[in-house]
């Protein structure tokens, strides 16, 4: 059974939950660095860089994370989150956790060439890895560079959760 949509005030313990037994992980970002809150994913990765362990392997895919299905595969995680904005009608900042499963019934979110579900569907079958997608809702993803603030602060909470709980 698919987990709900989660608040904001859950991530930590939601997160901490969806990691239980995982033995190796990966952390895809994706984003666009020119589409100013559509980079968070990435941003979010470059702020782990350097202090997590061996355990989690972190890939920034930005803007072509079909691109890393093959890389994802080889390392067979056993669990896989990527972060990424969406546009999910909510406040901008928020952050929601969905299992894979969830992802074949949303529409084909994507600012990508390929649609997160399909992506979602071929690593969870090949790598046959628990798989979770970390979204957080943007607020201005027109073409420029730089997060608004809301994202920025989001972003540090995601990290701060993440260093806090990675294995």
């Keep these: 059974m698919c987990p709900n949509l989660l ?9 901490r939950e969806w990691l239980r037994g995982a033995t190796s992980i990966v952390i895809a970002g994706i984003g666009n660095e020119i589409r100013m809150d559509d980079f968070v994913g990435v941003r979010i990765l470059q702020d782990l ?12 895919c930005e803007t072509v994370p079909e691109s890393f299905m093959d890389e994802i595969v080889e390392l067979k995680p056993s669990h896989v989150l990527l972060i990424d904005a969406a546009m999910l009608d909510l406040e901008p900042g928020a952050i ?50 730089g997060l608004t603030p809301e994202i920025v602060t989001s972003a540090g909470r995601v990290a701060g959760v993440l260093l806090k709980i990675l294995p």
């Design 7 to 15: 608040a904001n005030d859950n991530i930590e313990r939601e997160l």
């Design 49 to 60: 860089t350097g202090k997590v362990s061996k355990k989690v392997h972190l890939i920034e």
């Design 96 to 145: 929601r956790l969905y299992d894979a499963c969830k992802v074949a019934n949303m529409p084909a979110i994507t600012t990508h060439m390929l649609p997160l579900r399909v992506f979602c569907d071929y690593i969870t079958q090949m790598a046959q890895t628990k798989l979770a997608l970390l979204l957080i809702e943007p607020k201005n993803t027109d073409f420029g560079e």
